[in-house]
């Protein structure tokens, strides 16, 4: 059995959780949190919870294979995942792709040192839409890979654009919906890898709950004027009630894909990959990945490996429940 | 540069030759053939043309990092693979799925004696689908991914069924299209996952032109009934002339989708993926992820691996022409 820890107790640690229970060679061991009191009132007497800060007073009494690192904000990790590190192989989901550099040299030193794995970065993106780009790059040399997010007509829910709407004063609640402008992918698929600005690929659809007295009109204009979430897309802003937004926007829908386009042999062939997943629940759906990959971390361990790695380092076969055995004769 | 040798020269291996050229970092270091003088009226001067049969003679005067298998015949490669692997590591396209495992183990315990990477059964399928395969089924556990070939409207170009109806005496020549059965799909993405025989999935177009005087109701009689082959699936046959099938038909056109459905969380959340390709050419395509992979070969034999590898055991930065820094920065 592979002994998980989960730290931190939001929408994805409770994803982890449940995750856990379908993998047949996975348990949980536990839960740490900065707020245990509140995790032990959500989960009951059945899971032991633990407080972060104490860790090395407990730590050698919960021996976790893996802690996957679910901290509800993103900003977290950056601090937790050094710390951590210095007493289990960690997983974490580290979203900043500007920073992803920097954050895996500081994650690899520590984890060298700590004589540990750490996967950093998993999840949907970066995570396996980061594999999927790569692996069709690699197979369409010249073209390049795409993503798009928010195919469906509802488009998809992005958290940290609803988490941005929600620090305007004015603005008492909030979720932002993302959309995909089809003629943007559909110049993707005819091969002629185009320079897109951010704009021409996505727009963004809010749908806002005013406090009262609030001024609807400045607040449209606050938005539409923010610098990187809203600024350089089309962005429409709709009034709605509370009532409406939880009746109407409730859940964490979201979809994407990436796409590929290039050629093959001297005729110039055409040639197209695309890779699309559809979530109901994207936290549930980041934490079903984040879990899978516990298996490569013990596998990684039991090799003798440490440092940081991404989903680029990690072959499938050490993702997967099956044996090898199993993988050649039903699944190649 | 990594320098290839391509052993065997038909549609596969003019389009091995055709990636290589488009990857700035390999090198074709020569062809060897069973029938080099036939090839070497193709390719001219410019590229080196050896015997395969005598290998033993020319291995030591070519110093390639891998060798590419492009056997006409798939059957081949189960007597060249163990062969040439004891001079080169090889990449191969096995794709005889019932005797993969045992494949598998043979050519591991020969390049373990030879001390050299064999890449085996690599390609479409086996090959990137099974790789999705495997991923789908890890993140989402208690699904299965199902492969469906041939979804758009004029379907996909079946080499091996296009060389049985050849077999059939009165066959001239013939050309067979997979279809995808649309519905099974929609069931399959509906999250059933669902028990399917063979002709559940797939229906098969054939094209024929018949010799003179052959008869065209026994010949039908016959197609459909050929075990394995058509009698399983809702077969259809279309007689031709040969200007139309030349003129209608030609090329390697192929497509096709794994698709994968489960749930995640308690309340079940639906979670859907899907992983496309289309190909205007199915040997070229076949050719470019072949030729990807000698990346691989050249990375795990200066680690000193040796033994049998499949594409579930190849991390994807392995695959890829970008350094660690490159992608990190720009493919995470």
Chains 1, 2 share one sequence.
Not at 41 to 56: L, N, T
Not at 59 to 71: F, N, Q, R, S
Request: with cysteine.
């Amino acid at each position: 059995m592979i002994k998980i820890l989960i730290v931190g107790y939001g929408n994805v640690g409770r994803g982890v959780q449940m995750a856990i229970e379908r993998n047949a060679d996975m348990e949980l061991i536990g839960i740490a949190s900065r707020t245990p009191e509140r995790v032990k009132k959500s989960v009951g007497e059945a899971v032991k919870v633990y407080d972060i800060k104490e860790i090395a007073n407990w730590y050698k009494d919960v021996p976790a294979d893996v802690a996957i690192l679910c901290g509800g904000s993103k900003s977290d990790l950056a601090q937790q995942t050094p710390v951590i590190n210095q007493y289990y192989p960690t997983i974490d989901s580290f979203d900043n792709h500007s920073q992803l550099p920097e954050y895996f040299h500081l994650v690899d030193e520590v984890a060298q040192k700590a004589g540990k794995v750490s996967v950093i970065s998993l999840g949907w993106d970066p995570g396996i839409f980061s594999l999927e780009r790569v692996l069709a790059n690699a197979y369409l040399p010249g073209s390049r890979a795409y993503g798009f997010y928010g195919l469906g007509p509802k488009g998809g829910l992005s958290m940290g654009h609803s988490d941005a709407l929600r620090t305007i004063k004015g603005v008492k609640d909030a979720r932002q919906y993302t959309h995909a402008i089809t003629e943007a992918i559909d110049e993707v698929r005819a091969g002629k890898n185009p320079e897109f600005s951010a704009g021409d690929m996505h727009s963004r659809e809010c749908f806002v709950v005013l406090e009262d007295g609030a001024d609807a009109e400045k607040i449209t204009a606050e938005i539409k004027s923010m610098p990187g979430y809203f600024a350089p897309y089309k962005t429409t802003v709709n009034f709605v009630t509370q009532e409406e937004l939880d009746e109407k926007f409730k859940g964490f829908p979201h979809d994407g894909c990436v796409v590929a386009a290039g050629t093959t042999g001297s005729a110039n062939n055409s040639a197209l990959i695309e890779y699309h997943c559809t979530w109901g629940s994207n936290p549930e759906a980041t934490a079903q990945v984040l879990t899978a990959y516990a298996r490569a971390v013990k596998k990684l361990t039991a090799e003798g490996r440490k440092g940081a790695f991404t989903i680029l380092d990690i072959p499938a076969s050490y993702v997967s429940p099956l044996t090898r055995e199993e993988l050649l004769a039903k699944m190649m």
